[in-house]
């Protein structure tokens, strides 16, 4: 094994030197290489990919700068029955996430992982998360020999010298150590060390098992540092709306994967909505804290969009088909005979010749899919024509209004504002939705998923929801709190609301709740726009199918909050009795 090299490594951090030592003598690569996050070490980086079959150059011309990756059949999604919360007691992980002893689960990965990098690089990958110089920010370095992981972490995050340099030679940073191994299912663990601020993954290499940055740190791990330290790290979108008058009021909201949270991120509004823009801040992970003006201030803490494929096209995301024109990491889609990219959704007919995502012939009307219904897409944020000039503003931005979402065909309306902070908790804490191929396991079925945190939260979720209350106690001016639900549908299947950029008019009337200038009406579960509020000019549904979107049906309900007491009696004795005691006032509402 090659010795580590001294003079550009940030090895001057002895804790940092001390840690890779020792996982390269447990895993021996033949060659350790840390990153700078150059634009020359990433041209040889994409080199040697290309020359190792590990991705596949696209048309220069159709899509410049652009590769495909296919990843193994067996390892496409998140895998939530292999990932793990290891606290030193299994109360401390609650009971919904997977619990294993951590010096147990410490003495099975060292021997899957020794000798795993024989014959690989190991390649030492340094990053920020959030931007450069913020109070908002930390430090991740994630060891891999991971050629596709590398290069993924470059895009979506602040990855190489600058990480080295932003952790000096404190000995606080987040240790994240990944090895593929052979992508085996029965070898396959992603686990979590919060005490340590730890994260070991092995036996995967999709994105969300094996960047560590993203859920693994950003979000499970950093929900557990939010709560110790006083702040919030949220599955949320952050997204700028500015006004003809050039007033921008900043939103976050939490939706389940693959549930049209990208597309709100980077939403396009209709002509009826002239001289209105929308900036993306962030499309997937918001970090949250008290600003020095009492109000929720936010930060993206990623740095790229790791983003789901199938069904994004230039109708549901004008944006998001634009930024990937260029610059953009491919994974699990199908290939065309003329080097570009096809997916379920994109709106355009495949050509003959077309390839699926595990690089086989196929034809339309065969049956199979050719792209994964997870199929991916890896693009730095830079290239989203939407992005917000505050994007990387070290303070963040101010947010006046949270969001809650769902995939849901009845029940839910299409939008709800909550009374209070407390209400919004128990909205937020009792949503369901259909799951979505983003998870490995079945298609469609309504499960309850808590702010949208139910697989990334890094501790107990009762005692996450009281966090959230006790936050909400601690903002002196905190944001008005909504649910939304574009999916309901008609009895006939149909969908009643439009969606895609005409959720700018729901957002239009979230803002005018904000601003106190739109009108409500008082239902048993929260506000609802009263008829009229909704702006509806130049689009082709009525008033009744506003009003149908948004009745609150009792029979409906009585289901609704049986399952509600179902799912909170399972979290156990951690739920506060203010939440429960929001279930019950609802109960009496009707």
Request: proline share 7%.
């Given at each position: 094994?090659?010795?580590?090299?001294?003079?550009?490594?940030?090895?001057?951090?002895?804790?940092?030197?001390?840690?890779?030592?020792?996982?390269?003598?447990?895993?021996?690569?033949?060659?350790?290489?840390?990153?700078?996050?150059?634009?020359?070490?990433?041209?040889?980086?994409?080199?040697?990919?290309?020359?190792?079959?590990?991705?596949?150059?696209?048309?220069?011309?159709?899509?410049?700068?652009?590769?495909?990756?296919?990843?193994?059949?067996?390892?496409?999604?998140?895998?939530?029955?292999?990932?793990?919360?290891?606290?030193?007691?299994?109360?401390?992980?609650?009971?919904?996430?997977?619990?294993?002893?951590?010096?147990?689960?410490?003495?099975?990965?060292?021997?899957?992982?020794?000798?795993?990098?024989?014959?690989?690089?190991?390649?030492?990958?340094?990053?920020?998360?959030?931007?450069?110089?913020?109070?908002?920010?930390?430090?991740?370095?994630?060891?891999?020999?991971?050629?596709?992981?590398?290069?993924?972490?470059?895009?979506?995050?602040?990855?190489?010298?600058?990480?080295?340099?932003?952790?000096?030679?404190?000995?606080?940073?987040?240790?994240?150590?990944?090895?593929?191994?052979?992508?085996?299912?029965?070898?396959?663990?992603?686990?979590?060390?919060?005490?340590?601020?730890?994260?070991?993954?092995?036996?995967?290499?999709?994105?969300?098992?094996?960047?560590?940055?993203?859920?693994?740190?950003?979000?499970?791990?950093?929900?557990?540092?939010?709560?110790?330290?006083?702040?919030?790290?949220?599955?949320?979108?952050?997204?700028?709306?500015?006004?003809?008058?050039?007033?921008?009021?900043?939103?976050?909201?939490?939706?389940?994967?693959?549930?049209?949270?990208?597309?709100?991120?980077?939403?396009?509004?209709?002509?009826?909505?002239?001289?209105?823009?929308?900036?993306?801040?962030?499309?997937?992970?918001?970090?949250?804290?008290?600003?020095?003006?009492?109000?929720?201030?936010?930060?993206?803490?990623?740095?790229?969009?790791?983003?789901?494929?199938?069904?994004?096209?230039?109708?549901?995301?004008?944006?998001?088909?634009?930024?990937?024109?260029?610059?953009?990491?491919?994974?699990?889609?199908?290939?065309?005979?003329?080097?570009?990219?096809?997916?379920?959704?994109?709106?355009?007919?495949?050509?003959?010749?077309?390839?699926?995502?595990?690089?086989?012939?196929?034809?339309?009307?065969?049956?199979?899919?050719?792209?994964?219904?997870?199929?991916?897409?890896?693009?730095?944020?830079?290239?989203?024509?939407?992005?917000?000039?505050?994007?990387?503003?070290?303070?963040?931005?101010?947010?006046?209004?949270?969001?809650?979402?769902?995939?849901?065909?009845?029940?839910?309306?299409l939008v709800i504002e909550a009374f209070d902070w407390s209400h919004g908790v128990y909205l937020g804490a009792t949503m369901g939705s259909e799951t979505t191929a983003a998870a490995t396991g079945k298609v469609g079925v309504v499960r309850r998923d808590p702010m949208a945190m139910l697989p990334f939260c890094g501790y107990d979720m009762g005692q996450y929801f009281g966090h959230w209350l006790a936050m909400g106690r601690k903002i002196p001016r905190p944001p008005k709190i909504f649910m939304v639900n574009w999916f309901r549908k008609?009895?006939?299947?149909?969908?009643?609301?439009?969606?895609?950029?005409?959720?700018?008019?729901?957002?239009?009337?979230?803002?005018?709740?904000?601003?106190?200038?739109?009108?409500?009406?008082?239902?048993?579960?929260?506000?609802?726009?009263?008829?009229?509020?909704?702006?509806?000019?130049?689009?082709?549904?009525?008033?009744?199918?506003?009003?149908?979107?948004?009745?609150?049906?009792?029979?409906?309900?009585?289901?609704?909050?049986?399952?509600?007491?179902?799912?909170?009696?399972?979290?156990?004795?951690?739920?506060?009795?203010?939440?429960?005691?929001?279930?019950?006032?609802?109960?009496?509402?009707?």
């Amino acid at each position: 094994m090659a010795s580590l090299p001294r003079k550009t490594t940030g090895a001057q951090n002895q804790s940092l030197a001390q840690w890779v030592d020792e996982v390269a003598r447990l895993t021996r690569p033949d060659r350790v290489h840390w990153c700078d996050g150059s634009e020359s070490e990433r041209e040889r980086l994409l080199s040697e990919a290309l020359a190792s079959k590990v991705l596949v150059a696209l048309d220069r011309n159709r899509r410049p700068g652009c590769y495909l990756h296919r990843s193994n059949p067996n390892d496409v999604a998140r895998t939530e029955d292999a990932t793990f919360i290891c606290t030193p007691r299994k109360e401390g992980a609650g009971p919904t996430n997977n619990w294993s002893d951590p010096a147990q689960t410490y003495e099975k990965l060292s021997e899957w992982s020794e000798g795993s990098m024989v014959g690989r690089t190991m390649y030492v990958v340094p990053y920020l998360l959030g931007p450069a110089g913020s109070r908002f920010t930390k430090v991740g370095v994630e060891l891999t020999d991971s050629i596709y992981v590398t290069l993924s972490m470059g895009v979506m995050t602040r990855m190489g010298s600058q990480a080295l340099e932003a952790l000096g030679a404190m000995g606080d940073f987040n240790r994240g150590l990944h090895c593929t191994l052979d992508c085996d299912p029965g070898r396959r663990l992603i686990c979590h060390f919060p005490q340590d601020n730890t994260i070991w993954s092995v036996g995967s290499n999709y994105g969300g098992n094996a960047l560590l940055s993203k859920k693994c740190f950003a979000l499970r791990i950093a929900s557990h540092m939010a709560r110790e330290e006083g702040w919030m790290a949220e599955h949320m979108l952050i997204v700028g709306l500015q006004s003809p008058q050039g007033e921008t009021t900043y939103v976050a909201a939490a939706f389940p994967s693959a549930c049209g949270k990208t597309n709100l991120a980077m939403l396009t509004p209709p002509p009826a909505f002239k001289g209105w823009r929308v900036f993306t801040v962030g499309d997937d992970i918001a970090w949250l804290r008290i600003g020095p003006d009492g109000r929720l201030w936010a930060v993206n803490p990623e740095f790229g969009y790791f983003g789901v494929a199938p069904g994004t096209n230039a109708h549901s995301n004008p944006n998001a088909m634009r930024m990937l024109e260029h610059n953009t990491i491919f994974t699990n889609v199908a290939l065309t005979p003329d080097g570009d990219v096809w997916w379920e959704g994109i709106n355009t007919d495949p050509p003959q010749g077309t390839v699926d995502w595990q690089g086989r012939p196929w034809r339309a009307g065969q049956g199979d899919k050719a792209a994964h219904p997870n199929s991916r897409f890896t693009t730095p944020m830079t290239n989203n024509p939407a992005l917000s000039p505050h994007a990387d503003d070290p303070k963040g931005v101010p947010i006046s209004a949270i969001i809650f979402g769902g995939r849901r065909a009845s029940t839910v309306p299409l939008v709800i504002e909550a009374f209070d902070w407390s209400h919004g908790v128990y909205l937020g804490a009792t949503m369901g939705s259909e799951t979505t191929a983003a998870a490995t396991g079945k298609v469609g079925v309504v499960r309850r998923d808590p702010m949208a945190m139910l697989p990334f939260c890094g501790y107990d979720m009762g005692q996450y929801f009281g966090h959230w209350l006790a936050m909400g106690r601690k903002i002196p001016r905190p944001p008005k709190i909504f649910m939304v639900n574009w999916f309901r549908k008609d009895a006939d299947g149909s969908f009643l609301w439009p969606g895609f950029g005409e959720n700018m008019r729901v957002l239009d009337w979230i803002i005018r709740r904000v601003n106190d200038s739109a009108k409500a009406d008082v239902t048993p579960v929260g506000l609802v726009p009263r008829a009229g509020e909704v702006m509806l000019d130049h689009l082709d549904i009525t008033e009744d199918h506003v009003r149908r979107a948004t009745v609150i049906d009792r029979t409906e309900w009585e289901v609704e909050l049986d399952g509600q007491q179902e799912f909170l009696t399972r979290l156990g004795d951690t739920v506060p009795a203010e939440v429960k005691e929001q279930l019950s006032r609802v109960r009496r509402a009707f």
